[in-house]
């Protein structure tokens, strides 16, 4: 097995475009209110080899909490709100452009937040417990029906690392 090195921004540059990564983790934001960006984190760190018993979740959460309440939140609901109306105007894609950015700023946070914390660099994980972590931090059951969106991504994390090796 190879050490992965990879940011948590190239990481989510090779993830998220993968076939089904998308529709998975929208279904998770959309349907049982968890924040994407710590999934993405959960992958990555699951990549690197941090085991979930090494894992300051709460901190982690903390760290993203600010910036999802009070920007990124905002902005997604400006661009739903500008999506019932019209969703091909200039307004629409700039304020989209702008969320897309403050996702892309605080991922770029996170990986430095994450870094400092220790992140272990060893042989790749199963990304499953990384992923429950993530999400009873975030305060969400883990359900059945969310038990298997998870296991789905997990599923697709574990192919993506596979591949790098």
Known sequence: MTKTALTLTDHVHRLYPLPGVEPILLRLQDEYGLDIL???????????????EGTDWTSICAE????????????????????????????????????QAAEWQQ??????????????????????????ASCEAQGVEVSASVSRLLAELAGLVTRQIRMKR
Request: glycine share 6%; charged share 25%; proline share 5%.
């Open 38 to 52: 710590l999934l993405l984190v959960a992958c990555w760190l699951a990549g690197r080899g941090q085991p979930v």
């Open 64 to 99: 993203q909490r600010p910036a999802h309440q009070r920007v990124i939140m905002h902005l997604r609901a400006a661009r739903r709100a500008v999506a019932e109306h019209d969703r091909d105007t200039e307004l629409y894609s700039m304020i989209k452009a702008c969320e």
């Open 107 to 132: 991922l770029e946070r996170l990986g430095v937040f994450c870094e400092g914390m220790g992140v272990v660099l060893s042989d790749p994980v199963s990304p499953d417990a990384q992923l429950f």
